[in-house]
């Protein structure tokens, strides 16, 4: 089976992994890129992570959370075949 223009691939992921160690998120967002280069001839849709509602807002996680969020909404918008949905529990 492979995957073509009328497909999707949709990636979410949580909070759980996402702690005080900026190298760990680096490294994320480049095999994240590296996905979205490998697979460009479908869909791809991610979804941000989500704020832990159990911390402080300005914790160092949830700023960690914010930082990879932008960073990879950055990214997204560099590939045409990329979405990035942008969820927001406080709204």
Do not use: W
Not at 45 to 71: G, M
């Amino acid at each position: 089976m492979s995957l073509g223009r009328k497909d999707a691939i949709v990636i979410s992921g949580g909070t759980n992994d996402i702690g005080n160690n900026s190298t760990k998120r680096n490294e994320t967002l480049v095999m994240m890129t590296q996905f979205m280069q490998k697979y460009n001839n479908t869909n791809i849709i991610f979804v941000n992570i989500p704020q832990r509602h159990d911390l402080a807002k300005n914790s160092r996680t949830n700023l960690e959370i914010q930082a990879f969020n932008t960073k990879l909404s950055k990214i997204a918008t560099l590939f045409s075949h990329v979405t990035l949905i942008k969820i927001d529990f406080n709204s």
